[in-house]
């Protein structure tokens, strides 16, 4: 039985999560239909364009992404600090960017600067400053959209999008790591592209764009950057180098193209070592060789604090993590040994 949503999500426990959304019986609803011949490859363009304006109005950062033929992957960060700092009026004028909202929102908002918000307003602004934060309300504000266009195209009603997205909760560097990487991964594996840097409807390509330009990708959803070479630097930046990452992306895409039959190079990239991830664990869990489909992803320490935090004596995925992190391998084979 899947577990509420109240106990995936908790901002007390990490910021970070990994969301995944499918289409309706997986069909191609977002590619082309090798069976009918249909092309629905343009609604590709259509997500990442309501991507990138939900980034821009939530306090919701994006680290990673990656849009296929029938379902997408986001790697997100909740910025509860951003969503905290927002005045009264900023709140308001973020909401109208996305809902029509009544008329004395627009009002306050006319009024300028200088307006005062009624002490009742306040009580419920704090609800839209909540829901500004909020991933529930994040991929509904995504999804919907999508499945009216969709279903006004096709000139049909129903279901556009699998039932609820899934959410996995990413307790540390070393989870957010290797969740980046397989989101960045995803058309590689899925045969659409033969190279890390070709996968045309993902945040891979925006990383080796920038490197290559050294400016952001404009048509392109916001997504995080990387800190620098302090892995403890910068609250609004992702742990590690820009360029250990996509060393990380180059070594791990390699891996590809035989499954079960590559030979893991000796040498793996620093960013990977220095957040305890193991390389054989590492290869099998971006290629699809081991899937992690439980609610939680990280080392034993981090796996016991969430549990803490969730107000559960465990969660799952201790066994599972044993081949992904050095840290909870060594831990788990000194328990059995």
Known sequence: MGQPRRNQISLEATPYYHLVSRCVRRQFLCGKDSLTGQDYSHRREWIKARLAHLVDVFAIDLCAYAVLSNHYHLVVRVNESEARALQPREVIERWLRVFRGPAWMHE??????????????????????????SIPWFMRCLNEPIARRANHEDGVTGHFWQGRYRSQALADEGALLAAMTYVDLNPLRAGMVDRPEAGRDCSAIQRFKNVATGTDVVSEPM???????????????????????????????????????AVIAAEMPPIAERLGLAARGLVEFVTGQRHYRQAVLGDAGSLSGLARQFGRRYVRGYRSAAGLFLKTRDDFNASVG
């Open 223 to 261: 997504i995080m950057p990387f800190a620098g070479t302090d892995i403890e630097a910068g609250a609004g930046a992702l742990p590690g180098e820009k360029f250990e990452y996509l060393e990380l992306l180059d070594w791990s895409g390699r891996h590809m193209a035989k499954p079960g039959a």
């Open 108 to 133: 306050f908002v006319n009024a300028g600067e200088s307006a005062t918000p009624h002490p009742a307003m306040r009580l419920v602004i704090e609800g839209y400053r909540s829901r500004l934060m």
